[in-house]
Each structure stands twice: as C-alpha cells, then as structure tokens.
C-alpha cells in the first residue's frame, strides 16, 4: 500500500464563534456526515462539556482529534487563559490530551511583543523548547503554527527560522495560504523544513473581484486607486484559489507530513460546512479520496 496522510480539518473553520451553536459531538457528527473523521481543536474553550462532547465523538464515531491548541504565554500581557506555564493549566491540558488520545499541542502564534523583536523572538523560542522538552517527556509532540507574520525579517532572517534556530525540538504545523502571504513558494518551504512538518494546513489563496468604480462619466484617480489597492486576497475552499495544492500535498508527505489539515478563516457569507463539502470535493479530485 502507498502512503498516504489523513485528511480532517482545523476547528477554527466552525469554531463556536462563527456557529449560531455548537456542541462538538454535533458538529464532529456533521463532519462524518460530510466525510471527514479528523480534526485539530482550536478556538474552541475546553470546557468539561466540550472535552467530553469531543471524547463521546473519539468513542462512538471513531474520530480522531490531531492535535489540541497550546499556548506557553498570553498573546498580550494580562489575556486569560490555559498556559503551559501555569502547572495547574499543563496538567489539565495534558489531560484532555489523553481524553482525546492525542499526541501532539500546537502554538497558534508567538505573543504580540516578540513580532519583530530578535531577542523577545529568540526568548519566546527558547521557553518554547524548554516546554517542548518537558511535553516530550509525558509524550506530547509540540509544534507551532504559522502565518504571514512570521516571514517578516528581523536580523537578515525570518521569525520563523529564528524559532527554528532555536528551538530544535519543536516541529512545525505549515500553512500553504500564509506561506505564500508571506512571499516564499509553499512547495518549495515546505520541502525546507522537511523532518520537521507532522503538521500541514491547506488553506486555498484567491484573489477576490476588485469592483471597480463607473468610470462612464470620466476617471477618477482617486476612486479608482482606493478599488485598485484595496484588499483583494481571500482564504478560498480547496481547488478556488491559485495554490498548487497537490505539489504541496506530495511534498508535505514526503517530509513527514501525516496530518492535513484544511482550514478556512473565512467563508464570507457561506455556510462553512459547504465550503468544507467542497474542499472535500476538490481533494476527491486530486486522488486522496481514501485519505479521508
């Protein structure tokens, strides 16, 4: 048998705030229903409730959960939340993990004060090794997850490879969208960071309709700049945008890669769920439909 990866998809795509209601074995049912029997849990608070709703979902319809959301710091100084600095929080998120059957925290993002900042980027790198050292230990794999901002330079290198640098023992959860956001091929990074990536979130890039003004009665300059260097990108369901999507597949399972993950910020007025259908579709397509 070749090998393959397992599709599912990442929580925030349906998380409880874009839901007119959530329950997670409803929605884990809705998933099966669509096709999927995977997913990563984010911005989804982990309550009891929700941590017992998701095990029901592991035991009665053989769903697996890939990873949980992991943070080792606030965001910003002062924000609440579960931390793996706090003791009381790492042993309850460690925990859930084995509710779950899960190996593997993600970081979502460094905190606000390291972006652009080389030694609160190396510091915010370092106290992340030290918990991925402890996580190992009690059998949890960390990584950490990027966006754009991480290819931002600071000292001649990327934030990203300074966590790297740095930061040895944790993997990384690529993104294909942001990558490419972020101005480098996604084929070609991912293929750099081969070994390292257990993690790949398929995220489409589109390049919405720019509505241009009437310009019937004459031009204007500044109407027509204002349309013009609007915002145009959008986060797009698989095969509607202009990633390669089947070349960073290959090179993701080449590297390493087990989980794909896909993820969409925004549905812009449609029902998330059929984005997901159509994600689905598109996969089908390109020849992974027994990876679901």
């Known amino acids: 048998m070749s090998k393959k990866g397992l599709i599912g998809v990442q929580m925030s795509t349906i ?15 809705k998933l099966v229903e669509i096709g999927y029997h995977c997913a990563e849990i984010s911005q989804v608070p982990m309550t009891k409730e929700n941590v017992a709703g998701f095990r029901r979902a592991v035991e009665e319809l053989n769903f697996n959960v890939s990873s949980l959301t992991a943070s080792v710091a606030p965001m910003f100084p002062g924000q609440p939340g579960e931390y793996l600095s706090n003791p009381d929080d790492y042993k309850k998120m460690l ?10 925290f993600r970081i979502g993002m460094m905190p606000m004060n390291a972006i652009g900042n080389f030694d609160k980027c190396v510091d915010f790198a370092k106290q992340a090794e030290e918990y991925a050292l402890k996580l190992k230990e ?50 070609e990074f991912i293929k750099k960071y081969a070994g390292s990536v257990r993690l790949l979130h398929l ?11 009437d310009m019937t009665k ?11 260097f609007s915002e145009p990108v959008q ?26 993950l896909i993820e969409q910020d925004d549905s812009y007025g449609r029902d998330p769920f059929d984005c997901l259908r159509d994600s689905r579709d598109h996969l089908i397509e390109l020849g992974y439909g027994d990876w679901f």
């Open 235 to 260: 986060f797009a369901e698989l095969g509607q945008g202009n990633l390669p999507l089947k070349a960073c597949i290959e090179a993701g399972l080449a590297g390493g890669a087990e989980y794909f």
């Open 218 to 228: 004459g031009f204007d300059m500044k109407a027509f700049a204002a349309a013009f």
């Open 203 to 213: 995220k489409d890039y589109r390049i919405a309709n720019v509505n241009m003004p």
């Open 15 to 29: 998380a409880p705030a874009k839901m007119p209601s959530f329950e997670p074995f409803s929605a884990m049912s």
């Open 138 to 187: 009690d059998g949890i794999d960390l990584y950490y997850h990027n966006h754009h901002i991480e290819f931002m330079k600071v000292n001649g290198k990327y934030l990203l490879d300074i966590i790297r640098e740095n930061a040895p023992h944790i993997g990384f959860e690529l993104d294909t969208h942001w990558i490419h956001r972020g101005g480098e091929n996604p084929v």
């Open 95 to 104: 925990d859930d993990a084995r509710t779950l059957e899960c190996d593997m």
